[in-house]
């Protein structure tokens, strides 16, 4: 072995604090940086990418079955513009019953051998894919997935309208991108088909009028009036883009900051590992090394821990990044198989680059040193740094470890500044991330307004249907209204009715929601305006207002089957169902039919009522009328936001973890320059605990600035991201959303910036405090 | 005879795999005696003043100093014996550069967590004494290599340890220097100060010892009085 390779295998070898603490530190930024690449990368237009992935359908074409034959269809294949197609597949739109409480809601049927093809390839994201005709996979976006706890598979939907009333048992759950069925089966069991779905991939669709032309060119194929409809694949990356424009600035956030971490805790302990064997390199070249032979050496001194780490890095990034990953495409909706291999090369290539560089710009430093002064470096101390806090602390009437630890950070700035900065993004992610869980908190409870006790009726968001069997939509809703209000312990109810109205130069229907009664105690939150108050009056949620161009103090004419009403907008509420379009008045101003849905009635109780006692006195005056009541908050929190918290949690536990090892690389390289002060200390009589107090001491100040600073900053990077989220997502979100901090929880999070230093500073502080005395004392 | 300050019974130590710093040594070293511990490099010299101090144990055998074994204490407790009863100077001085002499030599008392006022009247006191109070607020790297012995002296007495320990006091230092730290430490005996010197210097024991132990091979060869009247 050549004098280059054992010097660099004896640094390695020997000098096995400063090579662990390279390997760890270049395993936890590859770790942070290959998830948040990842994140930066799946939150880079997941639909699009999804929709590349699925080869998902820029045309979706339903076709009358009573008007054409499947080979007629297959000609439309040849169609101007289509570049591959998938179908004709039978379909049916049938209303199933399920096996236990459900959902009556009408069901979309295909008929499909397999999930794969040309064309919307099906992706499984539970079980399997049909291979009997009792068997049928629902679609992980459809109404029928996600049963209470699991997915829906083993679930049994029975088809009174299909020939035989076939029981279907629920064998998969899959995505389609192009979110062509409700459920799939095999074709053999749509024996009478009321349609056929033909999907098609065109060579150009990224405008609607290119996807018209493409319609007009299958259309002209299939006989004349076959197509009786057909989705654009632009509508639905419309939505997703828009469902998915909520989450993405977060996401970028939290990628960004680990990324950022990663570079600075690499640099900061490469070059402080470098910088640390200045005098061996001083040793070296008296010895006659060439500086270019020494500078090699370090780098590979530094390369070489590096390189293990960073293949640990990568293992171990991508086994915490793939779960992060699914959570991240249930919240975008799309299907991706696990960690980009491009982020995995760019980290690698990033990684062991900015090691290199790093340990180079040091390694040269040290190199150009004269070899006098290098060998003298470590061994006499410098000079003039920090002084003065020295003697400030020695003034102060402190324990003296502690001062002494205190005036550390000062005799070391630029390490100290690392270290603070370590603390600095570690403090930032924590208050973003607590701020960010508590803006999702409020954007619940406002989107939810779920103040009442007790609910009969439809759920209050609209989005859903009436629950449990027997629960008729024709209920009288004066005769529910005039036994809620006769029944004991009644506090305050309203009733709301849900009617389908359109609005002139709007495209689709609104929903408009007529109130009786007082509602403003359940939690409807104003982003802008107040509630209505007199006949005339409206609130209107942002989308809609977007939609119409209207603004508070605005008039909008809203037309139920040519019965025309004007309002005025007196208030911008934040109100989610019907996608945000969505108009809420008073019944003077709108009194419509109970709609398809039934009225809803909301109340709440006085307190100290027993709600199930209030329930089951209220069900007995109910009964004859054919509904009954429940307790209002038996719903659980939205899928999302529970993804949405427990991804933050993930990721801010990682970044946190980055920090204090941040910390603790600095504390290491600090406490091994320091062995001999230790071990003069620790001569004249300092103990143990009194070491530990001084080395945890000498990251208080840095922690408290880090802390003092990167709180704030938190809170900055919440009052931008949250605005992102709300134009992104084209909502309007009320102010409680944004006013999440106070001051004794912004204290709490200073606390945890400061702990994140000293659970960073403990384990060398312990190191520090076990040194045999003697031994420090030899080490120069 | 007055107390034995230090009492070392069949102490033997030996690290790793090598031969024994010390075989069954016992020694015993009485209050107001000064001394010198010499031998050659690996003698076993520094063995036997670690364990006295408390910084190392033995395998075998029992270290007693000032009345108190040390060979079983922990950590903590040989911290806080170190910081009573001992003072150590050494070689190098040991000086913290970042701090000022009377932060140096107030240092050990305020460990031991006397007031800082008190501590500083005792640091000014000593830096009086041993002729180096103009430099009080100096730092360490400014002074030549006698003064800063002298600071280190100075921190070695400010807990008025029963033992003053000196490892190679004047091994870093010119002959002037050296003489001077030698005065210093005959002047200490003098007053009552028990004193240990490790050292390979015979002047600095004839100088400044009444009596020498000569280590070889990390065993006692010789152990003889010498200056019954040492120089002033």
């Known amino acids: ?250 996401l970028v956030a939290f990628g960004l900051l680990g990324l950022v971490m990663s570079l600075l805790v690499v640099g900061n302990v490469v070059a402080g590992a470098v910088g640390a064997g200045t005098r061996r390199i001083g040793i070296l070249k008296s010895l006659g090394f060439t500086p270019a032979q020494v500078v090699w050496a370090y780098v590979a001194q530094a390369l070489i821990p590096a390189a293990v780490g960073t293949a640990i890095g990568v293992v171990v990034g991508n086994l915490l990044t793939i779960p992060v990953l699914a959570e991240t495409e249930e919240v975008y909706g799309t299907v991706t198989s696990a960690v980009s291999p491009v982020v995995a090369a760019v980290v690698i290539a990033g990684a062991l680059g900015m090691v290199a560089v790093t340990a180079l710009t040091s390694a040269l430093r040290a190199g150009r040193l004269r070899t006098v002064d290098a060998i003298a470096v470590g061994r006499t101390p410098r000079h003039g740094r920090g002084r003065w806090a020295a003697r400030l602390t020695a003034r102060l009437p402190l324990p003296r470890p502690v001062g002494l630890g205190l005036a550390r950070p000062f005799a070391r ?123 005339g009056e409206a609130v209107a949620a942002r989308p809609f207002l977007t939609a119409t161009g209207a603004e508070v103090g605005d008039t909008v004419t809203l037309d139920d089957g040519g019965k025309s009403v004007t309002v005025r907008i007196v208030g911008d509420v934040f109100e989610m169902s019907s996608e945000g379009m969505v108009v809420l008045t008073d019944e003077a101003t709108f009194a419509a039919a109970p709609g398809p849905m039934g009225a809803s009635h909301h109340i709440a109780v006085r307190p100290g009522t027993d709600v199930t006692a209030y329930i089951g006195a209220l069900d007995t005056a109910l009964k004859p009328l054919g509904t009954s009541a429940r307790p209002a908050r038996t719903d659980g929190g939205s899928d999302t936001i529970v993804l949405i918290n427990s991804l933050t949690a993930t990721l801010t536990l990682m970044l946190v973890a980055v920090a204090a090892l941040g910390v603790l690389n600095s504390v290491v390289l600090d406490t091994r320059e320091r062995v001999r002060d230790i071990g003069v200390h620790r001569a004249l009589g300092m103990t143990p605990k009194q070491t530990i107090t001084m080395v945890v001491s000498s990251v208080l100040v840095t922690g408290v600035v880090g802390a003092a600073i990167g709180v704030p900053a938190g809170v900055a990077l919440h009052g931008a991201v949250m605005p992102a989220m709300e134009k992104s997502a084209g909502l309007g979100l009320p102010a409680s959303v944004f006013a999440v901090h106070d001051l004794p929880e912004l204290l709490l999070m200073g606390v945890a910036g400061l702990l994140i230093a000293i659970v960073g500073a403990l384990l060398p502080a312990t190191w520090a405090a076990r040194t045999s005395t003697a031994t420090a004392l030899r080490t120069e | 005879m007055t107390t034995p300050v230090i009492e070392l019974r069949d102490v033997s130590r030996r690290y790793d795999e090598g031969p024994p710093a010390l075989r069954d040594v016992s020694l015993t070293v009485h209050a107001g005696e000064a001394v010198a511990i010499l031998g050659p490099s690996g003698s076993g010299k520094s063995t036997m003043l670690n364990l006295i101090a408390g910084l190392d144990r033995p395998d075998t055998g029992t270290v007693t100093v000032a009345g108190k074994r040390v060979d079983g204490l922990g950590e903590a407790a040989s911290a806080r014996f170190r910081r009573a009863g001992i ?71 400010m807990n008025r340890p029963a033992l003053l320990l000196a490892d190679e006091p004047t091994g870093a230092l010119d002959t002037a220097s050296g003489e001077d730290v030698s005065a210093l430490l005959t002047e200490l005996n003098a007053d009552g100060q028990t004193i240990v010197v490790v050292t390979h210097d015979l002047a600095l024991a004839r100088s400044c010892t009444r009596r020498t132990i000569r280590l070889v091979d990390g065993k006692i060869a010789g152990d003889v009085a010498a200056n019954p009247e040492p120089t002033r």
């Not at chain 1, 010097?7 to 390997?23: E, F, L």
């Not at chain 1, 979706?60 to 499947?70: I, K, L, M, N, V």
């Not at chain 2, 000014?124 to 790297?141: N, V």
């Open chain 1, 413 to 535: 700035p630029a390490r100290a500044m690392a270290m603070g900065a370590a603390v600095l993004f570690g403090a930032t992610a924590v208050t973003f991330a607590v701020g960010l869980a508590s803006s999702l908190n409020e954007l619940q409870i406002a989107r939810d307004h779920d103040n009442a006790d007790v609910r009969i009726g439809v759920e209050g968001n609209g989005n859903a249907v009436p629950s449990g069997p027997g629960t008729r939509l024709d209920v009288d809703s004066a005769a529910v209204t005039a036994a809620v209000e006769a029944q004991p312990g009644t506090r305050a109810h309203y009733s709301t009715t849900r009617t389908r109205v359109s609005v002139a130069g709007v495209a689709g229907t609104s929903t408009i929601v007529s109130f009786s009664g007082d509602a403003t105690w359940d939690g409807y939150e104003m982003v802008a305006g107040r509630w209505f108050q007199a006949p």
């Open chain 1, 1 to 250: 072995m050549s004098g280059l390779g054992r010097v660099v295998r004896s640094g390695v070898g020997r000098r096995r604090v400063q090579t662990v603490v390279i390997g760890l530190a270049t395993t936890m930024a590859v770790t942070a940086s290959v998830l948040g690449g990842s994140l930066l990368v799946a939150s880079a237009a997941p639909f699009d990418n999804a929709f590349a992935e699925q080869k998902g359908a820029h045309l979706a074409a339903e076709f009358d079955a009573g008007r054409t034959t499947s080979a007629q269809l297959s000609a439309t294949a040849s169609a101007s513009g289509v570049t591959a197609s998938a179908g004709p597949f039978p379909t049916v739109t049938t209303t199933p019953t399920a096996d236990g409480p459900g959902d009556p809601a009408p069901m979309s049927v295909v008929g499909r051998a397999d999930p794969g093809g040309p064309v919307d390839a099906v992706t499984l994201t539970d079980g399997a894919w049909a291979d009997a005709v009792d068997e049928i996979v629902v679609s992980a976006d459809g109404p029928f997935a996600h049963y209470r706890e699991g997915s829906g598979v083993g679930r049994r939907f029975t088809f009174p309208d299909l020939p035989g009333s076939p029981t279907l048992t629920v064998v998969g759950v899959a995505r389609s991108i192009s979110r062509t069925a409700d459920g799939w089966v095999l074709p053999s069991l749509i024996t009478a088909p009321t349609g056929y779905q033909v999907l098609y991939r065109l060579a150009t669709a990224d405008t609607a009028e290119q996807v018209d032309a493409g319609r007009a060119a299958v259309a002209a194929l299939a006989p004349e009036g076959a197509l009786s409809g057909s989705q654009s694949w632009l509508v639905l990356k419309k939505a997703a883009d828009r469902a998915v424009a909520v989450f993405v600035p977060f």
């Open chain 2, 87 to 157: 003072g150590m100077v050494f070689q190098f001085f040991n000086l913290l550069d970042d701090l000022t002499v009377t932060d140096n030599v107030v240092l050990p008392a305020q460990l031991a967590g006397m007031a800082r006022g008190e501590a500083s009247r005792r640091a000014a006191e000593l830096l009086d004494t041993l002729g180096i109070a103009r430099h009080a607020r100096a730092y360490p790297g400014r002074l030549s290599g006698g003064e800063r012995q002298r600071v280190a002296v100075a921190r070695a007495l």
